[in-house]
């Protein structure tokens, strides 16, 4: 058993020799592990074997060297042999390298050689590579360098000549395309001229704002300001030229003048660039037909004009001679005239000053901004007074319309105020003071109506208004002052003052509204001190100021006052005229029924009531108005009596017309308006008393004995108006009185008429004749 445990583990230990002479060395580990795991000294025995092994293995390298020993002598014989040999072919082999780079030295200096007979075809592909990618200058630069130097040191060579002949045409080529460029350049700043002109002037409307502002919250000294205006000019100018090149490519324009410079041809592109943008010009200035319908019409036409001028400064400054000052000057002479024209026209037909506001706006924004380029603009200042009255025709015309919808819409009554808050809110709008009123107590009435708290507020606003047209004109208070009174002066004179006027010819305006417009237009001429206070304080001018305009509102409302007075007077005598037409006399009555007429006594009682308002008018109005009134119906009683058309009257009649007239007298000693001396107001009637006594009393022989006596009693009595309304009795003396001729009284009568008649008609021939 033990021997053949034995085998086993020789058998064991060979198979592992085999494997470790056969394996990598990394797979040693464990195959010797294998030995160790095995029976007990199974590693002495393999160890045994292991160095048998090795012996057997030192034998076989032994006898392996000692069989090769005589040949690695002989060759190590031979190798020393071979080294002088050696030495010698590497001798020969670097004689050949120095052979080998010289055959290539000389093959480099031919290839350079006839490489720079080839530099005229290499620059022809530069010209092209140029030509290809649109760099023209370079382009021609190339050619001239080909024609002028390398072309003619291989003038000889065919490709030359062709090249020769290809470069003129190719010259002329670019010459066209640069020309092409330059004309998409035109068209482009034809189309992106308004948008660089809103864009500069807006930069320089947001900068007035800015200065607006700043200057508002910081005054600085002289100094500072024109070193700040200096400095905002050349901020503006820098961005402005950054804008221009930001909205156009400007490089096309390079690059034509130097390719017309380069071709010698620079002053044929000067006068095309500049004849086609005269062109342009003459088409920027030309505006729409219905560009005073807006003001974005107006914004636009400014716009393509500053964006044109942008753009020609621009070139002006980033060229040398493309442009000049004088051409430039030209232009801006021409368009000024042009823009002078189109906007003296235009801005006449507008007609809401809102929108001449803008304009004026937008013409000083255009200005300023055309000014910070270094174009003169004084020109167009001048216009803007032009306009400015037609701002102020345009205000006019507005006001009128608010002046009128007050007059419609006043009551025409004294405003009532119930409490004192009522009181403060009127005079916090209209300049009121009078003690009497402060004292009484609440409720109250204002003496004048609601329209003239509205005026004054409105005359207020349309000051307010003038003055925005003002504004930015680079013009003194004092002329800003001289500007608002004139223009209110306008305002009081022609426009209120005709609303006034027509106002007081309207047929529904009584004499109730009469009375009150004639108040009103007290209290209006009172306020115009305080209007000429409010511009002042507006403008900073006193108005001790030599040359300081005066308002003409005192005039303005005294016309008006006058116009009311003259038009109270006009209707009170129409009133009158239209109760006088409601008299019905029967003028043949036999006697008189002892009581005045109705349509007298309702004349009376009107005038009474309407006499009682007239109270309230200032001075002497309602003295002047009760006296028109009272001569007004004594000489219509008078007509009335010496119509023609009345042929007959009685002494009855006679009686009642004298009731009546004794009622117009009693209604004049009752002083129906306070103020009359003694009995002036019945004189009113005199003639009328004088002649009816003459016939009441048939006192013919007083009045012959007396007439042309400063005494006479009948003084006033003139002898045709007695002949006239005694030839009316004498005829119903006679187709009344059928049987007058039968009783002798009457017929006495009728011949003393008779005597009276031709007495009285020769006192009038007389009178003829003196005369």
Not at 290 to 302: C, S
Not at 447 to 471: D, G, N, R, T, W
Not at 665 to 675: C, H
């Amino acid at each position: 058993m033990a021997d053949a445990e034995t085998l086993e583990s020789i058998t064991e230990h060979e198979r592992i020799l085999q494997e470790i002479e056969s394996t990598d060395t990394a797979c040693v580990g464990p195959t010797l592990r294998s030995v160790y795991d095995d029976q007990p000294n199974a590693h002495k025995r393999f160890m045994e074997k292991l160095d048998a092994r090795i012996r057997n293995h030192d034998r076989e390298i032994e006898k392996m060297c000692n069989f090769h020993h005589q040949g690695f002598v002989d060759a190590i014989t031979e190798l020393l042999k071979v080294r002088a040999d050696a030495e010698k072919l590497m001798v020969t082999a670097q004689m050949e390298e120095v052979i080998r780079c010289r055959v290539q030295q000389r093959n480099m200096a031919t290839t350079v050689e006839k490489l720079q007979l080839c530099i005229p075809a290499l620059f022809f592909f530069f010209f092209f590579f140029f030509f290809l990618y649109s760099r023209y200058y370079a382009a021609l630069k190339t050619m001239e360098q080909l024609e002028n130097i390398y072309i003619p040191r291989v003038s000889h060579y065919r490709f030359c000549q062709i090249m020769a002949e290809t470069l003129p045409k190719l010259r002329e080529e670019i010459k066209d395309i640069s020309m092409s460029d330059l004309k998409d350049f035109l068209e482009s700043i034809r189309k992106h001229s308004d948008k660089i002109g809103e864009t500069a002037m807006r930069q320089v409307g947001a900068f007035k704002v800015f200065f607006f502002f700043f200057s508002f919250l910081y005054q600085p000294t002289v100094r500072e300001s024109h070193r700040m205006d200096k400095g905002a000019d050349e901020d503006d100018a820098d961005e402005e030229v950054l804008t221009a090149q930001d909205l156009v490519d400007f490089s096309p324009v390079y690059r034509c003048l130097h390719i017309y410079t380069v071709l010698g041809d620079r002053e044929t592109f000067e006068n095309y660039y500049r004849k086609q943008r005269k062109k342009q010009a003459r088409l920027v200035l030309q505006p729409q037909s219905n560009m005073h319908e807006t003001v974005e019409g107006y914004r636009k036409y400014f716009n393509q004009i500053v964006g044109f001028f942008v753009v020609e400064d621009h070139i002006l400054h980033a060229t040398q001679g493309l442009v000049t000052r004088a051409f430039t000057d030209e232009l801006w002479n021409m368009a000024l005239s042009k823009i002078i024209a189109v906007l003296r026209t235009h801005s006449s037909y507008c007609s809401d000053p809102d929108l001449v506001l803008e304009l004026k706006n937008l013409i000083v924004i255009f200005a300023d901004t055309l000014q910070g380029y270094g174009f003169p603009v004084n020109r167009l200042f001048d216009l803007l007074f032009e306009i400015r009255d037609q701002y102020n025709e345009t205000l006019l015309k507005k006001w009128a319309l608010v002046f009128r919808e007050i007059f419609e819409l006043d009551n025409y009554s004294p405003i009532p105020v119930e409490n004192e808050e009522e009181y403060r809110s009127v005079i916090s709008r209209f300049p009121f003071h009078d003690a009497e009123i402060e004292k009484q107590q609440f409720p109250k009435k204002l003496p004048m109506s609601q329209s003239v708290p509205q005026i004054y507020i409105q005359v207020k606003e349309f000051i307010y208004a003038s003055l925005k047209f003002s504004e930015s004109l680079h013009r003194s208070s004092t002329e800003i002052d001289d500007m608002l009174r004139k223009s209110t002066n306008l305002l009081l004179t022609r426009t209120l003052s005709g609303c006034l006027q027509n106002l007081i010819k309207k047929p529904h305006i009584g004499l109730t509204e009469l009375v009150q417009i004639i108040i009103n237009t007290t209290h209006l001429e009172q306020a115009c001190k305080y209007l000429e206070d409010f511009i002042t304080n507006i403008t900073n001018v006193s108005p001790e100021t030599v040359h300081t305009t005066r308002l003409y509102g005192l005039s303005t409302f005294k016309d008006a006052r006058h116009a009311a007075e003259g038009e109270i007077y006009t209707k009170l005598n129409q009133k009158i005229d239209e109760f006088i037409q409601l008299a019905d006399y029967e003028w043949g009555m036999a006697e008189s029924d002892g009581r005045a007429s109705g349509y007298l006594m309702d004349l009376i009682n009107f005038l009474r009531s309407t006499f009682q308002v007239f109270t309230h008018l200032p001075g002497k109005v309602a003295q002047t108005a009760c006296m028109s009134a009272c001569k007004h119906l004594a000489t219509s009683l008078m007509q009335m009596l010496l119509d023609t058309e009345l042929k007959q009257i009685s002494m009855g009649a006679i009686q009642q017309f004298n009731l009546d007239v004794i009622q117009c007298e009693l209604f004049a000693s009752s002083e129906p308006v306070p103020g009359f001396q003694g009995d002036t107001l019945q004189l009113a009637f005199i003639d009328l008393r004088q002649l009816l006594d003459l016939f009441m009393v048939w006192d013919w022989s007083t009045y012959l004995a007396d007439y042309g006596q400063p005494t006479s009693k009948y003084l006033r009595v003139n002898p045709s108006t007695a002949l006239a309304l005694l030839e009316k009795m004498k005829d119903t003396g006679k187709k009344n009185n059928i049987f007058s001729q039968f009783r002798k009284n009457d017929r006495d009568k009728q011949k003393l008429i008779e005597t009276v008649v031709k007495q009285l008609r020769s006192l009038v021939n007389e009178e003829a004749v003196g005369r």
